[in-house]
């Protein structure tokens, strides 16, 4: 492992940090929405990141972690978001492997392969 890894922990600890953002701002996520959709933008990302974070410590590999996740919000969130991040992380999940830590070079490779999703 180097400085610059990713390692399953800190990959984790990204998803609740994020899930706790999206939490503090779910009020402005659903104004936002509330002017070109149907104002649920918000409560649905608060509650697809709050089920995210109960299953971060199933994961035993990046993969697992990212495709568990991934799983999780497109069963959880409604609207095309769950279905969008999702997909980002279940391909990225998909192309890491079974590994507990990502070099930049397999993270650049496993979040191309999630954008292209």
Known sequence: MTATDL???QLADWLRRFAAIVDQN???LTDLDSAIGDADHGANM???TAA????LDEA???DALLKKAGMTLVSTVGGTSGPLYGTLLM???MATGAVTELDTAAF???FRAGLEG
Do not use: F, P, S
């Open 46 to 48: 608060a509650r697809g």
């Open 91 to 93: 391909k990225m999940g």
């Open 108 to 110: 650049a490779k496993a």
């Open 60 to 62: 035993n590999t990046v």
């Open 52 to 55: 995210v974070v109960q299953h």
């Open 7 to 9: 390692t399953l922990d």
């Open 26 to 28: 779910k009020t402005y």
